[in-house]
């Protein structure tokens, strides 16, 4: 049985432990909300959005309109992986990372094997991973969660959207979680570029044809671009609140954890302090008897 002084030092590690996990959940709650609130009210404008600028795109086939809806063979590959700067929000990073390295071998093997799969990353977490093991980040943007505004955030869609029209890369896929509730998210792989083409039952419910005003050209190369900005800005959203409710419900089971081990070494302190009384009666006893004889 260990000594009263492990038991008490134990103690006191756990409960300041506590004191840490305890306050990392209230700060983890506080930006979920605002990152829960920011995201529900703009996911349904995006879908919204995200529809109309399928069904145009859809209108512009063959046209040669938008260059952002041309299909082309796929010779270069560009993933956005989307993860945390910070660790300790359970196994949200690692999912990002082992659905990222799978994605991306479940391509033509060949991409990866001759380096015609390039990375962005967003996140330290993903950034250190996929340098240290020699994949090809072109670009990290790290910093971008010290500024969570629309105008931080475009000029990384921007960047993407021109690498896909001048032809550097073929396809954009993005890999985020999208926030479903504080204890659930949901891990999505997303095409990002080219636009890709609304599903079967939801383009029966839209035309075609547009009566375009101003003009179509105006129209295409204002709504098309802003469009697919927001489109990006949701899903960082997304990860963002996503991460925070991670790192919440991780907090809370480590916070929950540490009380049930304080129960346990409050048990054993007593049960350790109760023998050491014992014993010392017991010598108290043995010291009389024996002063007796």
């Given amino acids: 049985m260990p000594n009263l002084k492990e038991v008490r030092i134990r103690i006191a590690s756990v409960q300041s432990t506590q004191q840490i996990t305890s306050a990392m959940k209230m700060v983890a709650a506080s930006k979920l909300r605002k990152g829960q609130n920011a995201i529900l009210q703009l996911r349904p404008y995006a879908k919204k959005l995200r529809e109309i600028l399928q069904n145009l795109t859809a209108s512009l086939e063959g046209s ?14 560009l993933v956005v992986v989307m993860a945390s700067n910070r660790g300790l929000c359970g196994a949200f990073n690692s999912n990002v990372i082992r ?3 799978k994605h991306m071998q479940g391509n033509d093997p060949s991409l990866l094997e001759t380096g015609r799969i390039g990375m962005i990353t967003i996140g330290k977490k993903a950034t250190d991973f996929f340098r240290k093991n020699h ?4 670009e990290s943007h790290d910093e971008i969660y010290n500024s969570m505004t629309f105008d931080a955030v475009a000029p990384i869609a921007e960047s993407l959207m021109a690498r896909y029209a001048s032809g550097e890369y073929d396809r954009v896929d993005i890999i985020y979680n999208q926030f479903r509730s504080a204890a659930v998210q949901r891990l999505v792989v997303e095409q990002f570029l080219p636009v890709p083409p609304m599903e079967s039952e939801a383009a029966q419910k839209f035309q075609s044809d547009y009566l375009f005003e101003p003009d179509k050209h105006r129209i295409v190369t204002e709504l098309i671009p802003r469009s697919l900005k927001i489109q990006f800005f949701k899903d960082l959203l997304d990860s963002y609140a996503s991460e925070m409710g991670a790192r919440m419900t991780a907090m809370h089971q480590a916070t929950d954890n540490a009380s049930e081990l304080l129960k346990d070494l409050k048990l054993s302190y007593n049960k350790a302090r109760q023998a050491a009384i014992t014993k010392e009666l017991l010598e108290i006893v043995t010291g009389a008897e024996a ?3």
Avoid at 64 to 77: L, N, P
Wanted: proline share 0%; no cysteine; glycine share 8%.
């Fill in 291 to 293: 002063l007796k004889g």
């Fill in 135 to 138: 994949y090809q980040v072109i």
């Fill in 99 to 101: 659905t990222s390295v």
């Fill in 64 to 77: 040669g309109e938008s260059i952002y809806s041309t299909h082309r063979e796929i010779k270069k590959v």
